[in-house]
């Protein structure tokens, strides 16, 4: 039998597991990583708020511990040389003054936006030890058949290791992934790799998915379905790189969450493995070995007109 044909027996194999476990139900659905957390202060462990989550969040430093310069100093560190501060603000509550008085009115309070600085512990050295959050790492090694997979890809996106965060980025053409050693184990990070880079097929270089264009009519449904496909060819490219078995209900637990957005529509888990399967052959770099077997996916596609 041919390499094509196996590939696929082994897609179809995987999709009528996915159906099988759906069938039975789920369960509750695991990141395979560590988080940070909310962006807190290093001494007084107070997590901060409002606008400054945001803030601090999306400058997606591994940890998200953050220090005034007196209290890097006061602690015996330094900020290291040509690193900029961030900005916090804060609202305080002033005596407002009345304008036929020089005296304050404690009756009235009006507030005043005021901002100090920050600095990550990335950004500092010399912090002794004991004041350092505990940073949880495995010692996680390349698996050398996965990192064949992602390297064969034929005009792949960019891939970074920046912050927690997993995900596809497609105006910049870009997946982002949290450190190796941040995941439980070498197959957790490859797994989540391959939905990443399922998703980046969609890109208009490649397959020009339509569920992840940014003008289509339904964007809730299409971000739906695209998570939908992204799973399955992650599956898909466990499955033929050996690590298929690893922790199965998880995928099986986050693709049930994604069909209850769907209302359950059992046809778009058909619909999403075939747009999956198009995704996996693009990363294996795989070709169907005759015309019949190439118009499978647009045959399948095109029955249930989603």
Sequence with gaps: MQKSSIKRDVFALVTNQIIDHLEKGTVPWKQPWTKKGLPRNLVTRKSYRGINVWLLNSLNYEENMFLTYNQVRDLGGKVRKGEKAHLVVFWKWID???????????????????????????????????????????????????????????????????GDEAYYQPFFD???????????????????????????????????????????TNRADAYSLEELTAEIGACYLNSFAGIGGLDFANHIAYIQGWLKRLHDDKRLIVYASAQAQRAADYILNLKPTNTEEGTTEDMVLKTIGV
């Design 96 to 162: 407002k003054k009345s304008e036929q008085s020089t005296e304050k009115d404690t009756s009235k309070k009006i507030p005043l936006l005021r901002y100090f600085q920050v600095f990550n512990i990335a950004q500092c050295i010399d912090i002794p030890q004991r004041h350092l959050p505990v940073i949880i790492t495995n010692p996680n090694n390349p698996i050398e058949i996965c990192e064949a997979i992602v390297e064969s890809m034929p005009n792949a996106p960019v891939i970074r290791h920046m």
């Design 174 to 216: 870009l997946v982002n992934m949290p450190s190796i050693a941040r995941f439980v184990n070498s197959e957790t990070y490859y797994s989540t790799l391959f939905h990443e880079l399922i998703h980046s097929t969609g890109h208009k270089s490649r397959l020009n998915r339509k569920e992840i264009q940014t003008d289509v």
